[in-house]
């Protein structure tokens, strides 16, 4: 699997500004070679919001259930992986700030994965 999400008006407070292509999937270019190599793990689709008081953050993990999801957070960086016998998920999502260690919630319901990041 292999996509892209374009996201558009980047700029200050959701108005004119970059456009920003992030891809998703499990088909990555090999280092030496360029040519299209496919992983274990899926990269999913994610997003984050930047709320007034917190960041949210959705990620789409298809036949995902709660008990296999594992999100970690380390600075900015969030880590989520989740893994079934049919399939594996790993998203590295740099966020735009640092929110606080050890307020972090989440959940996930129908394979979509919320996170709360109180700031």
């Known amino acids: 699997m292999y996509g892209v999400t374009i996201r558009t008006g980047l700029g200050k407070n959701g108005g004119p500004g970059g456009i920003k292509v992030e891809p998703f999937g499990n088909v990555k270019p090999d280092r030496a070679t360029g040519q299209p190599v496919v992983e274990a793990e899926t990269e999913p689709p994610a997003d984050v919001y930047e709320e007034a008081d917190h960041l949210m953050v959705l990620v789409e993990l298809p036949g995902i259930g709660p008990d ?47 996170v709360k990041l109180p700031l």
């Open 68 to 114: 296999e999801c594992r999100v970690a957070l380390d600075g900015s960086t969030l880590t989520v992986t989740a893994e079934t016998k049919k399939r594996k998920y790993r998203k590295e999502i740099v966020l735009p700030v640092a929110p606080p260690p050890g307020r972090m919630t989440h959940t996930c319901r129908n394979g979509v994965l919320e």
